[in-house]
């Protein structure tokens, strides 16, 4: 099966620290997302890259998260540093824009992040 | 975020329907989403609507109305492991981007 590949499943970090999350799409998608979930807001957008170039990051996101997309099959969310409001499972999903029409996202399972 | 609501919760009874609602304020509009998520696990893909009216998909269909930034999921002969929680989320024009609802926890009662 050739879905998307997240890693690691859990992290658990202390506060101040400096994690890296990965994430394989689907072969052969161009467009690969990043997404925060938690109870209270949902999922947020982290960010969003079109064949490995960065479309939109998220502003509200951007002091302490940076994604990096070097190359089409490999994607990282770097956290740095880490706060105990960062716990909340962060999901990656891919897509194949075709063109106008539905895009359906396919999700990975996600890395549940607590941070103490 | 992005102007995208849904209620928090539904309970529903098995062999009856239920009807998840979803309004949307956005920047902008190229067609609205609806996804599945079973606890503890990804959302998947149940339906993609762009322009008004019923999209009859049998178990799952879907309403949209653009000028009343409003679309619903309708279930209909629940079972119990409709129980879940249903997303809504808005593509959003020039780029690939969904934005979605916080998503409504959907109980189906025996």
């Known amino acids: 099966d050739a879905g998307v590949t997240q890693t690691p499943r859990h992290e658990v970090a202390e506060k101040g620290q400096t994690i890296i999350l990965k994430c394989e799409p689907v072969?052969?998608?161009?467009?690969l997302f990043w997404y925060r979930q938690t109870k209270i807001q949902g999922l947020e957008l982290l960010s969003y890259?079109?064949?490995?170039?960065?479309?939109?990051d998220g502003g509200a996101f951007k002091d302490r998260f940076k994604a990096e997309m070097l190359n089409s099959s490999f994607s990282t969310l770097k956290i740095q540093p880490t706060e105990p409001k960062d716990s909340a499972v962060y999901l990656c999903?891919?897509?194949?824009?075709?063109?106008?029409?539905?895009?359906?996202?396919?999700f990975g399972a996600g890395t549940r992040l607590s941070v103490l | 975020g992005q102007g995208v609501e849904q209620p928090d919760n539904l309970m529903s009874v098995e062999g009856t329907f239920a009807r998840v609602n979803c309004t949307y304020s956005?920047?902008?509009?190229?067609?609205l989403s609806w996804y599945q998520q079973r606890e503890g696990h990804a959302p998947v893909f149940l339906s993609y609507v762009v322009l008004d009216g019923l999209k009859d998909s049998g178990h799952f269909s879907t309403f949209l109305s653009r000028s009343n930034g409003y679309s619903y999921l309708l279930l209909t002969e629940l079972q119990i492991k409709d129980s879940a929680s249903y997303l809504c989320a808005v593509r959003m024009p020039n780029y690939n981007v969904l934005y979605f609802g916080s998503g409504t926890k959907l109980t189906v009662e025996p």
């Open positions: 956005t920047s902008g509009f190229n067609g």
């Open positions: 999903a891919s897509s194949l824009e075709a063109g106008g029409g539905q895009n359906t996202l396919y």
């Open positions: 072969s052969g998608h161009n467009d």
């Open positions: 890259f079109r064949s490995k170039s960065l479309m939109e």
